[in-house]
């Protein structure tokens, strides 16, 4: 059975941290790019920041404050979010996609970040 369990979201103030964890079980974790989507209230999901093997990218609000990573060892992907603004408040998905065969997607429940005084 896939699974993808995030964690780490919460309350915190403009300017601050926080560290968002994917557990992920079920399938094949080193075979597939994994993502970290967002979605804000009346807003469309959207990108956060991507891993694949060797590569990463992010949506241009994100450069230089998330940072995307992986532990292929534990199965798990991780977003360090620095620099934390009230526009980044969301409820953060993970996304799993299949190297080859985008056909294999799966995604966590979510979970929400607040940032605000």
Sequence with gaps: QVQL???????????????????????????????????????????????????????????????ISRDNAKNTVYLQMNSLKPEDTAVYYCNAKHIYNSRYTYWGQGTEVTVSS
């Design 5 to 67: 369990v995030e964690s780490g979201g919460g309350l915190v103030q403009p300017g601050g941290s926080l560290r968002l964890s994917c557990a992920a079980s079920g399938f094949a974790f080193s075979n597939y790019a994994m993502s970290w989507y967002r979605q804000a209230p009346g807003k469309e999901r959207e990108l956060v920041a991507a891993i694949t093997r060797g590569t990463t990218n992010y949506l241009d609000s994100a450069k230089g404050r998330f940072t």
